[in-house]
């Protein structure tokens, strides 16, 4: 029988949606009801894990046969200080409806995921970046509080400055050192919801890179598409865009209305090889023909797939794995380029594949996945045990050049890949609460 509380939710499956079981769910109203849920959940002799708006790819937000406190309808704001830029919120708040409250007088999330469908909590717990981490860090870099509940101490406010080694857990702590019931940020200024945008078509990895670095200093916002089916002399080509806010207004928000919505699965062989270079070729050929410069609104500058509901079931029934890791930048681009030939080789790639830099600024969390150097994110159709040798591979690729892999995109690093990529995890263990655990977690403890 559930606890109170709860109720059976059967055959979840997160972003990635991949992995799928059965959870007991609770949708609180108020935080005073976390501390009943997780002691009834305890009490039954199972663990708790509180989660946002499942955007992670893997199982990271999953507590299969266990317990899942969603938090997402503790969506209020606590306090707004519209002069310094100072938001206190529920940490089921949504970075959509944060935006819409704070743009109208002139401030902006300090650094935003690629989707705004994302909690304040989850932002915390994957200590999220965007495309301004030269500048910025990750999100943890602009949380000045946060509220969070312990079952062995209550709720307590943690900060950098009063409690370090609990904040830096809790930051890109994955939900395991407790509930995060509100989240107290930093804003940034800005001047209009429009930005300046650069596109830059490169021809291989060598001048992505050269160009990357050379927009650090003028650029807020850099980011890169590769074109991953391309091989021969356009192996390594792409598109790079860069960004810097305008500051001649007006400062409109966006809307939530998406302009598709993909109803049903599409069947697996719509992204065949044949069909993925296709649609490559013609992205990168419509991106090298459009306009070098526009003025785009911050929704089509940073949200691209939110206008598309649903985009994960592109597809097919069996899902898809997210693989990003982060090579140090002394080991250049050879890493990049030994990924993607490993890919190109089996014929496996995928039109989403992003590149970017990550800059000097040291990330807060103990298990931060951000550190200086390059980061690839590339999205691959499940097929199976196919697949899965695949990233097997570029795992050894990865771990070769010293780099790690994202937990918020994971479903199946190995254990020894993780604990090599996170140095400081036992410093982590020693701050996790003994009544919070996640599938991610139990899978990384268990070789
Ligand atoms: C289209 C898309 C683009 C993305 N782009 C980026 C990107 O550019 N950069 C980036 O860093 N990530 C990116 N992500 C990943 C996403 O930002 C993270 O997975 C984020 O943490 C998801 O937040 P969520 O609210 O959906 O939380 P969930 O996915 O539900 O949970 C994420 C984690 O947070 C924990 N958690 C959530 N709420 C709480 C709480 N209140 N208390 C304690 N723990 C909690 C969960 O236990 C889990 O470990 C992207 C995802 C998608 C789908």
Redesign the pocket.
Known sequence: MAPRGYHVARGLR??GRVQTGDQLVARPRFVDEIATLVHASRAGGLTS?????????GD??L?QGQT?????R?DRVLAFDAVNGVLRAE??L??SDVITRIVPHGWFLPT????R???????????????NHGRAG??GASVRRIG?WRSDRGEVEISPDLTPELFCA?VG?????????WVEIQLARIGSSRLDVETIPFGNLDQFLQIALESEAGHEHTVAWVDCSSRGPGFGRGVFTRANWRDDGPLTVHTDRRRLTLPVDLPGFALNGLSLAALNALIHARQTTRPRREICHYAQAF?P??AIGA??RLYGPRGFF?F?CVTPLGAGMQPVADLLAAISAVGQGSFLV?LKTFGERASPGLLS??RRGVTL?IDVANRGERTLALLSRLDRIVMAAGGRL????DGRMPPAMFRAGYPELPRFIGQIDPA?S?S?WRRMCHD
Do not use: E
Not at 112 to 115: E, S
Not at 117 to 131: E, P, Q
Not at 406 to 409: E, I, L, R, S, V
């Open positions: 997160p972003w894990l509180c989660t946002g708006l499942g955007r992670s790819y990271s937000a507590n899942v406190i969603d938090m997402s503790l940490a089921g949504g970075l935003t995921p690629g989707t469908f994302v909690t304040l909590g989850g932002a915390v717990a994957n200590d999220v970046h965007g495309k990750t999100f969070l809790t702590g994955l939900g395991l050192t407790g509930a995060i019931l949200y797939l939110d985009w994960n997210q990003q992003v996945f951000p994110a994202y937990p918020a995109k919070f996640s991610f």
